[in-house]
C-alpha cells in the first residue's frame, strides 16, 4: 500500500489520492488537510461576537503572527508528532465543544488549543513523549502557562483522552471527504465565476446539512 499520496492530472486539474487508512497516510498530508479544515472553521467562527462569556485561557489578545499551518506544521515537526495525535486534535475539538458550547476553535484560540492538545494526547496515546518544557518551547509560550492551559484543558474535557482506532479512521474519512468536497467546489466556484461570499455561504450550507460529526462549533 503507498504510504505518500499520488497526484493524476484530470481535465488540467490536479486531483490528490490518498490511502485509505490514516496510518498508512504520509503526515505532512495529514498535516495539511487538517489545518485546512481548521482554517475553515476559523473562517466561520471568527464571525461569532467576543464576548465576557465565552472567553478562555486560551484566548490571545491578537492573532500570533504565525500562520495556523506553518504553527501545525512546526508543532508536528520538532514535537515528533504521531499521525494519531493529529487526528484526535478533531475528536478532541469536539468533545470540548459538546461540553461547553460557549468555547469555539477561533484565531484567538486555535494556537494554544492546539500545542496544549498535543501535549495532552501524546502523553494518553503515545508510548514516548516530550516534556512540557520541550512542547512549550515549540509551541512559543512559557512552560507555566502551558502547564496552567493543560490541566484547564483536561478539565474542559473531562479527561476524556482515549480515542479508539475506528473512531480515528471515521475522523480520517471524514477528513478526506471534507477536502475532496472543498477541492469540488473551488473548481465548480471557478467553472461558474462565483465572488468569495457565495463560496462560504454555499460551503456552511453542505457542512451544517451533514448527520455526521460536526466539525463546527
Same mark, same amino acid.
Given at each position: 500500500?503507498?504510504?505518500?499520496?499520488?497526484?493524476?492530472?484530470?481535465?488540467? /486539474?490536479?486531483?490528490?489520492?490518498?490511502?485509505?487508512?490514516?496510518?498508512?497516510?504520509?503526515?505532512?498530508?495529514?498535516? #495539511?488537510?487538517?489545518?485546512?479544515?481548521?482554517?475553515?472553521?476559523?473562517? #466561520?467562527?471568527?464571525?461569532?461576537?467576543? /464576548?465576557?462569556?465565552?472567553?478562555?485561557?486560551? #484566548?490571545? $489578545?491578537?492573532?500570533?503572527?504565525?500562520?495556523?499551518?506553518?504553527?501545525?506544521?512546526?508543532?508536528?515537526?520538532? @514535537?515528533?508528532?504521531?499521525? @494519531?495525535?493529529?487526528?484526535?486534535?478533531?475528536?478532541?475539538?469536539? $468533545?470540548?465543544? &459538546?461540553?461547553?458550547?460557549?468555547?469555539?476553535?477561533?484565531?484567538?484560540?486555535?494556537?494554544?488549543?492546539?500545542?496544549?492538545?498535543? /501535549?495532552?494526547?501524546?502523553?494518553?496515546?503515545?508510548?514516548?513523549?516530550?516534556?512540557?518544557? #520541550?512542547?512549550?518551547?515549540?509551541? !512559543?509560550?512559557?512552560?507555566?502557562?502551558?502547564?496552567?492551559?493543560?490541566?484547564?484543558?483536561?478539565?474542559?474535557?473531562?479527561?476524556?483522552?482515549?480515542?479508539?482506532?475506528?473512531?480515528?479512521?471515521?475522523?480520517?474519512?471524514?477528513? &478526506?471527504?471534507? &477536502?475532496?468536497?472543498? !477541492? @469540488?467546489?473551488?473548481?465548480?466556484?471557478?467553472? !461558474?465565476?462565483?465572488?468569495? &461570499?457565495?463560496?462560504?455561504?454555499?460551503?456552511?450550507?453542505?457542512?451544517?446539512?451533514?448527520?455526521?460529526?460536526?466539525?463546527? @462549533?
Amino acid at each position: 500500500m503507498a504510504t505518500e499520496p499520488s497526484t493524476t492530472a484530470m481535465n488540467d /486539474t490536479e486531483v490528490i489520492q490518498v490511502p485509505e487508512y490514516f496510518y498508512a497516510v504520509d503526515i505532512s498530508y495529514l498535516t #495539511h488537510m487538517i489545518a485546512d479544515m481548521l482554517g475553515r472553521l476559523i473562517s #466561520h467562527n471568527d464571525l461569532i461576537p467576543l /464576548t465576557p462569556s465565552n472567553l478562555t485561557r486560551f #484566548h490571545s $489578545r491578537t492573532p500570533p503572527n504565525i500562520s495556523l499551518n506553518d504553527y501545525l506544521r512546526r508543532i508536528v515537526k520538532y @514535537a515528533s508528532v504521531e499521525k @494519531a495525535c493529529l487526528l484526535v486534535l478533531l475528536i478532541y475539538i469536539d $468533545r470540548v465543544c &459538546e461540553l461547553h458550547p460557549q468555547f469555539t476553535i477561533s484565531s484567538l484560540t486555535v494556537h494554544r488549543f492546539l500545542i496544549t492538545a498535543v /501535549t495532552v494526547s501524546s502523553k494518553s496515546l503515545c508510548d514516548s513523549y516530550c516534556t512540557n518544557s #520541550h512542547y512549550a518551547k515549540v509551541g !512559543g509560550i512559557s512552560t507555566q502557562e502551558l502547564n496552567a492551559l493543560e490541566l484547564e484543558f483536561l478539565r474542559l474535557i473531562d479527561w476524556n483522552l482515549s480515542s479508539s482506532g475506528p473512531v480515528l479512521q471515521q475522523y480520517y474519512i471524514n477528513l &478526506e471527504e471534507e &477536502e475532496e468536497e472543498e !477541492g @469540488a467546489e473551488m473548481q465548480e466556484a471557478v467553472d !461558474g465565476g462565483d465572488d468569495e &461570499e457565495q463560496k462560504t455561504i454555499r460551503h456552511f450550507d453542505k457542512l451544517l446539512q451533514r448527520d455526521w460529526i460536526p466539525y463546527i @462549533a
